[in-house]
Every structure is written in structure tokens, then in C-alpha cells.
């Protein structure tokens, strides 16, 4: 599997953002996809997934502000991320987990938020 992320960039803080992850290879294989972020100095963490069933799952950071959404006729995941505070900046990464829970990895889009 291969994944395609776009669109981090520069917001200051109450404003939005939308990072897509697209998806191509062996798709079929896709059980869920999430998005993971890194801060400088900090470990990587989970920000949300969703199942190929449509389950999400969110960091209590994010709940009520971040969104992930799929679309399946694209191959395509979203993180719509709205409220943005300072401490969102990091390095948004997409994972596709296939069936037997073997992660794929896109490149990462740098999200920065100013005060």
C-alpha cells in the first residue's frame, strides 16, 4: 500500500486545516487508517482512525474539534481539524493497518499553528 498525504500548512490557532491520505497498491488489503502526529520532543501519537466499517476512534486531545472521514470511491482518508491550538503543530502522518495489522506509512505534512 501506498499513501499520499497533503495538506498541512501554516494556521493560526482557531483556524482549520484538512489533510488528505491517499491510498493505492493493495487497498484491498486496508482494515483501518489513521493519522498519527509527532511533536519535536515527543513520542508519536495516535490522533484518530476509522475502520473499513466506518468505526472512529479519537485522541481525548482532538475529540470534538478533529474529524476523519473516508471516502472510499477515492482510496482516500481525511482529518478535517478545526480549533486548531499551538499545541496541534506536529508532523501529521497517514497509516493504513492491513489485515493482519502490518502498518503502512505515508510521508509526513508538517501542520504549524501560530499564537
Known amino acids: 500500500v501506498q499513501l499520499q498525504a497533503s495538506g498541512g500548512g501554516l494556521v493560526q490557532a482557531g483556524g482549520f486545516l484538512r489533510l488528505s491520505c491517499a491510498a493505492s497498491?493493495?487497498?484491498?488489503?486496508?482494515?483501518?487508517m489513521g493519522w498519527y502526529r509527532r511533536a519535536p520532543g515527543k513520542q508519536r501519537e495516535l490522533v484518530a482512525g476509522?475502520?473499513?466499517?466506518?468505526?472512529?476512534n479519537y485522541a481525548d486531545s482532538v475529540k470534538g474539534r478533529f474529524t476523519i472521514s473516508r471516502d472510499n470511491a477515492k482510496n482516500t482518508v481525511y482529518l478535517q481539524m478545526n480549533s486548531l491550538k499551538p499545541e496541534d503543530a506536529a508532523v501529521y502522518s497517514c497509516?493504513?493497518?492491513?489485515?493482519?495489522?502490518?502498518?503502512?506509512w505515508g510521508q509526513g505534512t508538517q501542520v504549524t499553528v501560530s499564537s
Open positions: 497509516a493504513a493497518l492491513n489485515k493482519l495489522a502490518i502498518p503502512s
Open positions: 497498491g493493495s487497498i484491498f488489503s486496508i482494515s483501518a
Open positions: 476509522i475502520t473499513d466499517g466506518g468505526r472512529t
